[in-house]
Nanobody, 120 residues
Framework: VQLQASGGGLVQPGGSLRLSCAAS????????IGWFRQAPGKEREGVSC???????YYADSVKGRFAISRGNAENTVYLQMNSLKPEDTAVYYC????WGWGLTYPYHYWGQGTLVTVSS
């Protein structure tokens, strides 16, 4: 059972990136997925999550700019990030759990992070 986060990179303020969270060894359809981020010197924070039935939730700091979605055929969950700001710079992680969800829920499975840097 593995999660693989990818899609990070360097982008200018106002730009966009799409992060991917791909699963192997299990079907993401049955799991809630959360995206989290950790900036240097700061605690990890929840960014967005999607339940197994498609409900979504966003942190206030990204509401209206980020969108989480499922690509079921690809066994992948995406995080589309638009209007990026320097304060969005962080390592982004995805996590999965079959029994619960939320921005503070203790997800069981975690992927390695992907670095997003927003800078001019």
């Amino acid at each position: 059972v593995q999660l693989q986060a990818s899609g990070g990179g360097l982008v200018q303020p106002g730009g966009s990136l799409r992060l991917s969270c791909a699963a192997s060894g299990f079907t993401l359809d049955d799991y809630a997925i959360g995206w989290f981020r950790q900036a240097p010197g700061k605690e990890r924070e929840g960014v967005s999550c999607i339940s197994s039935d498609g409900s979504t939730y966003y942190a206030d700091s990204v509401k209206g700019r980020f969108a989480i979605s499922r690509g079921n055929a690809e066994n992948t969950v995406y995080l589309q990030m638009n209007s990026l700001k320097p304060e969005d710079t962080a390592v982004y992680y995805c996590a999965a759990d079959r029994w619960g969800w939320g921005l503070t829920y203790p997800y069981h499975y975690w992927g390695q992070g992907t670095l997003v840097t927003v800078s001019s």
